[in-house]
């Protein structure tokens, strides 16, 4: 029995291994000379991301192999594999994990002219380690029946005890959450930034959801009327749902602006295709990949010339937080301390 | 040195191996995170512990009623449509605990059509289920309460009828039969399948993150996320070994000195229920099944026929296969461990050190993969900085990293299986086999792999159906080109699109049924015959 299963043992293993080998994983061997390839690690879903990739191979001819995982794994993941990594880029959502991901080192400068035209400043990072490539608006989404869009101001005016149990939020543990307090922090330091946060607790009209769709969700069912989404899980909805009674209103338009985050990518400093990393974030700036970015799904483009997509423009200008997205990095384990303590699930 | 030498010192190797990964998260003590821990406890940590208590109990009383009373009315009693519903009770095993948390926060929560049906013509004021721990307990219990039933089921069964009849001729009623009877003698068993399921309830991350539950699991993944500390994580990770150990002892004492004995076997069920009698039970019975499984099945396939067309992908295949091929692995190794171990308990009485370090191999169960994961990653980390530089290429360059995590996280799961399998070799089976001139290798395959196959088989399946169900270890583990099912379901779930994440649920569901007809199959030959 013993060597039946020492040999079944050994087979599987080998087995696996040879499966492993036979599929596409990038080898050391591959280091000196650039292949007609780019790695990139991606905590941007892959169905938002594969059709521009595939654009992209299409454009230039090379093969762009990805890999979607948590952020914070695929940093850790980054450090584990060192100078071996087989990864090129790392691309994320929210602006905190880009900052991170640069204060840990895995980052090269971008060093491109062409990056630095297409992308404003205040969506890269200061040293160039990092550039964002799309920008996601985080503002109010109400019930029209219920509220008329003068009457929703600022992020902060949500913590007025006239919308005490009509607010609708998302769970602090959503980083787009972590971000938004973050910005607050630096504008109004941590003792105002608790006070709103707690006036927000007050006025929660239910327990904070899961995702955005369903703050959305709970808004239409009448269990609240208003909320903080991110603008494309509305347009999402909008779009299956034409007439929805539901609005978007611009927050802090008279003030400091919408709160925005990004999602952005950097060359990993162990980078074996660097020049390659650099072709793809430089075409993932240009008009062509902004154009589909955005419209994928229905983001704003980070280059300011691109055209919206129609049903995105219907939502009307809006004035952007200018505050550079690094400090929002710098920020969030604050913003996390502070929404703990004042019990913001 | 001799054979028994050899075997021990590869046994300490092995189970070195295993509890490689939790030795590295229990190292992460030796640096202090005092301002994390202070900010812990000033704010979460009481809630963290307690609604993690809250929720185990709720399950652990949820899987007991519902695993022990539809076990024993499939073995005990005979009424309409038994004979499918004793099969139908194993399926909901197959659905992802987080599947049923998001079908069932989509039917039952505020916005949802019950709800809604209940406001609008009711004028009912509407409830929101994710407050407090009843719902998730719910849900949890639904998906968990097949490990109990599964091994209940078995222990009920070998208990045969003769204990069942004196008890009825000593005038005791069905309550009592079950009671002072049938439960004792199955403590063991059960005591087993609610352990497993409080495990996997401990390292549950995807359905309280649903429903927004803060627990020990939830906390560990906020405490890497938010404060960035893998440290920490790990630190507060020993936590939930800490509560696993607490549970094995629980379960060790609960088992007192009852002796799982699997020698009988039922020739018929002493229950035969007529009338309003017989069709009330296999109403409840069927409410079980509707509400675990066809109910959820029934809202995927929905949704998945208005997705089918915008989601399906020729890379499903490949999808599948690595599903498959994983499971099956993972599966192989981890029997095959059990197996080694339990060949070693059988031919030595094992030294103490050993039978803790075998205990302590087992705890990985109750981690959450992801921290799991993380521990190897460290060890990874280690092995580069140490002696390897370029260890960090196991990870991207093969499955051997994803590997040793499954075998880690489901080694319990095939443990008690194989352990109670070879529990049934007695004595005088080998002495018999040997004095009739059986060589060893006709002893292995002729005496003992007939009388631990079903065993095997059973607790390959199981691991096999966590592997394919695994998401965090695989998210984070797997080499390039080797996307599960589980994970399309977990991008699509995170983006909220509940409905296309249908397609990959229903495929691993039925992945699951595949592989549980598999074992069908393959036990056909052992199935007690209960007529």
């Not at chain 1, 895995?106 to 890269?124: D, G, K, M, W, Y």
């Not at chain 2, 029997?335 to 080694?340: E, T």
Request: proline share 4%; net charge neutral; with cysteine.
């Amino acid at each position: 029995m013993k060597k039946i299963l020492a040999t079944l043992l050994t087979t599987s293993i080998l087995g696996l291994t040879a499966c492993s080998n036979d599929s596409a994983t990038p080898s050391s061997e591959g280091i000196q000379q650039e292949d007609n390839k780019v790695v990139v690690y991606s905590s941007r879903a892959e169905h938002l991301i594969k059709p521009l990739f595939d654009q992209f191979s299409a454009e230039t001819g090379i093969e762009v192999q990805f890999q979607t995982g948590r952020a914070n794994a695929l940093i850790e993941r980054l450090r584990a594999e060192g100078a071996n990594s087989p990864a090129d880029i790392l691309m994320t959502v929210d602006a905190g994990n880009l900052w991170y991901a640069a204060d840990q080192g895995l980052f090269q400068t971008l060093n491109s002219s062409i990056v630095e035209n297409n992308i404003p400043a205040h969506l890269r990072d200061p040293d160039q380690l990092w550039t964002g490539l799309s920008v996601r608006a985080r503002t109010f989404v109400y019930h029209s029946d219920k509220i008329q869009p003068n009457q929703l101001t600022s992020y902060e005016d949500l913590a007025d005890p006239k919308w005490q149990g009509r607010l609708c939020l998302r769970t602090s543990g959503s980083v787009y959450n972590k971000s938004l307090v973050a910005a607050m922090i630096d504008r109004h330091g941590e003792p105002k930034t608790a006070e709103v946060l707690s006036g927000w607790v007050n006025n929660l009209a239910t327990k904070p959801t899961a995702r955005d769709v369903h703050v959305m969700e709970a808004i239409l069912a009448g269990q609240c009327d208003v909320g903080l989404v991110n603008t494309y899980y509305y347009g999402r909805l909008e779009a299956d749902t034409p007439n929805t009674p539901l609005k978007l209103a611009w927050a802090n338009q008279d003030t400091t602006g919408t709160h925005i985050n990004v999602s952005g990518a950097g060359i990993l400093k162990h980078a074996s295709q660097p020049n390659n990393a650099r072709k793809l974030i430089e075409w993932l700036s240009s008009e062509t990949a902004q154009q589909t970015y955005g419209a994928l799904n229905r983001e704003y483009p980070a280059n300011p010339t691109i055209k919206l997509d129609p049903q995105v423009a219907a939502w009307g200008e809006y004035k952007q937080d200018q505050l550079n997205l690094r400090q929002v990095g710098v920020l969030q384990q604050k913003a996390t301390m502070l929404i703990n303590r004042v019990g913001y699930e | 040195m001799n054979s028994k030498t050899i075997w021990q010192i590869s046994l300490w190797a092995l189970i070195i191996l295993i509890s490689l990964p939790l030795l590295r998260l229990l190292s992460a003590w030796f640096e202090p995170n005092t301002e994390i821990w202070q900010h812990l406890y000033d704010t979460l940590l009481w809630t963290l512990v307690g609604n993690t208590l809250w929720l185990l109990l709720g399950v652990a009383i949820g899987v007991t009623l519902l695993g022990v009373v539809m076990a024993w009315f499939v073995t005990m009693c005979e009424f309409p449509g038994r004979k499918w519903l004793e099969w139908m009770l194993f399926l909901p095993f197959a659905i992802p605990a987080y599947v049923l948390g998001f079908v069932y926060l989509g039917l039952f929560d505020f916005p949802g059509p019950v709800q809604s049906f209940l406001r609008d013509t009711f004028g009912w004021s509407g409830l929101d289920i994710r407050q407090g721990s009843l719902s998730i307990i719910i849900v949890m219990t639904l998906v968990l309460y097949p490990y109990v039933y599964m091994l209940a089921r078995n222990a009920f069964y070998s208990q045969g009828n003769g204990l069942i009849e004196s008890a009825r001729l000593l005038g005791y009623n069905p309550y009592q039969v079950l009671w002072h009877v049938s439960i004792p003698l199955a403590r063991p068993a059960i005591a087993a399948g609610v352990m497993l399921a409080l495990m996997e309830t401990l390292a549950d991350f995807g359905t309280v993150s649903i429903f927004n539950y803060s627990t020990l699991t939830s906390g560990i993944f906020s405490v890497w996320e938010d404060f960035r500390s893998l440290q920490a994580a790990a630190q507060l990770s020993t936590a939930l070994l800490g509560i696993a150990v607490l549970l094995i002892l629980i379960e060790r004492w609960s088992r007192g000195r009852a002796r799982y004995d699997a020698t009988k076997r039922m020739n018929s069920r002493p229950y035969k229920l007529k009338g309003a009698k017989a069709w009330l039970v296999t109403a409840l019975v069927s409410s079980v099944v509707f509400l675990a499984f066809i109910l959820p099945v029934s809202q995927l396939l929905i949704w998945a026929s208005k997705t089918l067309v915008e989601e399906w992908d020729s890379r499903y295949l490949d999808w599948i296969s690595n599903s498959f091929m994983l499971a099956f692995g993972a599966a192989l190794l981890t029997v095959g461990l059990a197996v080694i171990v339990n060949s070693v308990r059988m031919q030595a009485r094992l030294s103490w050190p050993l039978k803790v370090g075998i205990r302590f191999a087992n705890l990985g169960y109750a981690l959450p993969g992801s921290v799991l994961a993380v521990g190897i990653m460290l060890l990874i980390i280690d092995l580069g900085e140490l002696v390897a530089p370029g260890a960090g290429i196991w990870l991207s360059s093969g499955v051997f990293a994803l590997l040793l995590a499954y075998m880690v996280r489901f080694l319990a799961v095939a443990y008690g299986p194989v352990e109670s399998s070879f529990d049934t070799i007695t004595p005088s089976m080998t002495e018999a086999a040997r004095s009739l001139g059986a060589s060893t290798p006709r002893l292995v395959s002729d005496v003992y792999f007939p009388i631990l196959k079903p065993g095997l088989v059973i607790a390959g399946f199981m691991v096999a159906v966590d592997v394919m169900k695994e998401l965090p270890a695989t998210y984070l583990l797997r080499p390039y080109g080797w996307d599960t099912l589980a994970i399309r379901i977990y991008e699509l779930s995170s983006e909220g699109l509940y409905d296309r994440a249908a397609i990959p649920s229903l495929m691993l569901l039925l992945l699951g049924l595949a592989s549980l007809y598999m074992v069908h199959l393959i036990n056909k030959r052992y199935k007690i015959r209960a007529r």
